[in-house]
């Protein structure tokens, strides 16, 4: 359980020095212009009237050969060139160890250019490429029209539906049968996010894929959270909107559910329903986010998200059939090492749930990695049994469509729904003893990040 006083006084350090919030919505810095990538061109997708996505698409491909498109979501950099190398070098090793064809998968970067970028010359209003408000983009918030005038209340994930849609279409691609919308860092906040609330078109034959790795912060369904009563009571916008569902309506305007009926539900039902990869590296100690709202959800990357799979599993009694969590040792904050994982290759490159290939249970150990957290609210301690109560009412009870429930794999309390008891496959078998092996290869690398910005701090000051 984390300590109240050390936990406010970290809070006091984040605010009495310069530094780079993961969520930080600035708008001062920008690209001055956009680096050139082997193998890639820029180019620009239609999203609502004339306003286009920036972005990055393999220069030469045939469309016909298509089956698979990547959409690589870049992080808080707005690099989406370097993502799409990453994207290049992950499709060459699954074509070197695998046996992929890569002229089979078009590697797309989207970059969620901020106003700074504009401002620094990278690109003009004229060019008519939708902006956001520093980084804004990852909760899915509506554009600044500065960039675009006439132009607004486009949030980023309709950008994303708009280039879903792109991807899938069988005019363009007619062999396409998956397109895989995958994000680390902050760019896995955002596909935490769209895989939740997202409204990506149906493409009969089109699979779509989500994965997510190591967010620095995740969507929650409720005000639990694995921290003190006291922590979130110094916190009162832990539970807004992109932390919560609090505000949702407010931010995302138009974009957000609209049908009757709990939010939490209509929310739950949707991402229950979709085919998502969680990746964490088991050596990423590193913050990302100094916020509260972040800080309440875990310490570091690789907390939050066993923090997350906590949630969901006392929420839910297990994992969605359709979602997996993978565990990689010695792997920090690192997107190009966590996309060349073989497990991560697979995910990317061979998973494909209507034909068969995404199974629902691991090959050892649980979703939680041996990790069992306590969940405490403002008004509370939130018990295991709470938060599956609190679960029971949003839960779909239905078996997807060509799905079965074995009563080795259902919840106990919701036998026909589509959950993994405990379990999702994973990259590695991991037990509490191997994660607990891992922990000197996570010190050494918070002591570097410690020091890293020790000296960051000096050099500033």
Known sequence: ????????????????????????????????????????????????????????????????????????????????????????????????????????????????????????????????????LGDDWSGGYQNIPDCTPGTTNVTSFQAMDALVAWSSDKSRFPNVDTVVVSGHSLGGQYVNRYAALGKPPQTDGVDLEYWVGNAASYLYLTDARPASRADLQDCPTYDDYKYGLTTLRTVLGAYAPTSTGPLASQIWNTYISRNVHTALGLADAGSGNLGCEGLVQGKSHLDRGLGYMNFIQRFAG?????????????????????????????????????????????????????????????????????????????????????????????SPNATSSPLSQGTARQGVTLTPSSALAALPLAVPSLLALSLASVLLLVATF
């Open 1 to 132: 359980m984390r300590n109240s006083t050390l936990f406010s006084f970290t809070l006091l350090l984040a605010s009495a020095f310069i530094v780079v919030r993961a969520d930080d919505p600035d708008g001062v810095w920008g690209w001055a212009s956009f680096t050139p990538q082997t193998g890639y061109k820029e180019t620009t997708f239609p999203v609502q009237g004339t306003s286009n996505l920036f972005g990055y698409i393999d220069d030469t491909y045939d469309a016909s050969k298509i089956k698979r498109v990547i959409l690589q979501i870049h992080g808080h950099g707005r690099d989406c060139w370097n993502y799409a190398k990453h994207t290049s070098k992950a499709r060459d090793e699954a074509a070197e160890t695998m046996g992929l064809d890569p002229t089979t998968v078009l590697s797309i970067a989207p970059e969620f250019l901020g106003i700074g970028d504009m401002k620094s010359g990278s690109f003009k209003a004229s060019d008519n490429y939708l902006c956001w």
């Open 318 to 410: 297990g994992l969605p059939l359709s979602h997996t969590v993978d565990y990689f040792p010695g792997v920090q904050h690192n997107a190009g090492k966590m996309l060349t994982q073989p497990t991560s290759l697979k995910r990317l490159f061979f998973d494909r749930s209507s034909g068969g290939t995404t199974q629902p249970s691991l090959d050892g150990g649980s979703i939680m990695n041996g990790t069992v957290l306590k969940f405490w609210s403002t008004s509370g301690r939130v018990s295991a049994k709470q938060l599956a109560a609190l679960g029971q009412h949003v839960v779909q009870k239905k078996v997807s469509s060509g799905a079965t429930a074995s009563s080795a794999h259902s």
